[in-house]
C-alpha cells in the first residue's frame, strides 16, 4: 500500500485500550452562567542568570495564551429576602446575588510557545527532554483572570440576570422590580 508516496508493506495502526472514564461524584449546581468572555494573552517572560551573557545562559520565552472565563450568578446565596411577593400577589422584588467570574478556562489547542531564545546552557539542558511549559500556562491564567476582572464581563452578567429573571417572572404575570445589594 502506498501512504503519500511512502511504501508502507506492514501498514500501521492505532489501537486505544484505555479504560472508560468513571464517574466519581455528582453535585447539584445552583448557578447561572449568565456572560462569557474570550480572552487572549501574549507572555514576555525572560530569565536571565546575573553575569553571564544571554549567548551562554538564560531564555526569553514568548507565549500566546487564549481562553475564556464564565461570569456567573450562585442562586444557592440567595437570601430569604431575594425574592419577595408583594402582598396582593401582582409584584415580586428581586435581590439578585452579585456575579462572579469562574476560573480561566484555557484552551490548549490554540494556546503555544511563538517564540524561545536559549542560551548554549539552557539549549544543552533542553537536549536531556522537554522544557517544562507548565509555568507559562500558570502566569497565562493569572493574566486572563486579571483582564476579565478589568472587563465589561460582570456588568454583563448582572445586565443578563435580570433581563433573564425579569422576562421569565413577567411572562408567569408578575410585575418585577429589582432592588440592588
Known amino acids: 500500500m502506498f501512504v503519500f508516496g511512502q511504501f508502507r508493506p506492514f501498514g500501521d495502526e492505532s489501537i486505544d485500550r484505555s479504560q472508560p472514564a468513571m464517574l466519581k461524584s455528582v453535585r447539584d449546581l445552583s448557578q447561572y452562567h449568565a456572560a462569557a468572555g474570550e480572552f487572549q494573552v501574549v507572555l514576555d517572560i525572560e530569565n536571565d542568570v546575573k553575569w553571564v551573557p544571554a549567548a551562554l545562559a538564560g531564555e526569553r520565552t514568548l507565549f500566546v495564551a487564549a481562553g475564556s ?6 442562586f444557592g446565596t ?7 411577593l408583594s402582598p396582593d400577589g401582582k409584584t415580586v422584588e428581586l435581590r439578585v446575588p452579585k456575579p462572579q467570574l469562574d476560573k480561566p478556562n484555557m484552551h490548549h489547542d490554540r494556546s503555544y510557545v511563538f517564540s524561545q531564545e536559549r542560551g548554549l546552557i539552557n539549549d544543552l539542558q533542553a537536549l536531556a527532554g522537554p522544557p517544562d511549559q507548565q509555568k507559562f500556562y500558570v502566569a497565562a491564567e493569572a493574566k486572563l483572570a486579571e483582564a476579565a476582572k ?4 460582570l456588568k454583563r452578567a448582572e445586565d443578563n440576570t435580570r433581563v ?3 422576562g421569565m417572572l413577567q411572562a408567569l404575570g408578575f410585575q418585577v ?3 440592588g445589594d
Not at 472565563?69 to 450562585?74: E, K, R
Not at 440567595?78 to 419577595?84: F, H, N, P, R, Y
Not at 478589568?150 to 464581563?153: A, D, G, I
Open 150 to 153: 478589568q472587563s465589561e464581563l
Open 164 to 166: 433573564m429573571l425579569t
Open 69 to 74: 472565563v464564565n461570569a456567573f450568578v450562585d
Open 177 to 179: 422590580k429589582v432592588v
Open 78 to 84: 440567595l437570601k430569604d429576602d431575594g425574592l419577595v
